[in-house]
């Protein structure tokens, strides 16, 4: 190989990459998507997975870098995290989290829970007051058939 790698696996070089799409919901696993859409959350992004891995005590990194299945630079999620999973001895960084598989799914089901995520309670009480009263401005829900057919 032309790069080198250290063999320490504590090096920035040797930790993991985890990019938004890897658990994003809305992805098809062609598009990049890593683990089930059960365990995935919609549109997660870098600074929700640099968080999520901090609270577990990893050590993190947050690069400004993009997919290679994504050439386009108006992603929201743009970006990945490295992840350091092994100390200098070889041995976890954390023993919850064995593969980076499990990690993954971790994240993804960590992502709907964050307070970001959470809807404020005063927004859910107004949609609900505004579909129970039925029709808002007086509109008519009938529609017209307007059906083209065979013209005469």
Sequence with gaps: MSVYLPKDPAA???WICIYPVYIDKNKKIPDGRRISKE???ENPT???INDI???QGFDTDIERKQHP???YFDNPSQGRVRVRMYNNDHTL?????????ELLQFIGEMIPKLKSRQAPKGA???VAG??????????????KNNKKGKRK
Excluded: L
């Excluded at 960084?93 to 598989?101: D, G, V």
């Design 53 to 55: 891995c901090k609270s």
């Design 69 to 71: 299945r994504h050439s």
């Design 124 to 126: 859910e009480s107004n």
């Design 12 to 14: 920035p070089q040797r």
């Design 130 to 143: 505004a579909d129970a009263g039925g029709n808002v401005g007086g509109s008519s829900s009938k529609k």
């Design 93 to 101: 960084a954390n023993p919850k989290f064995k593969t980076r598989k």
């Design 39 to 41: 365990k995935c959350s």
């Design 46 to 48: 870098v600074d929700e």
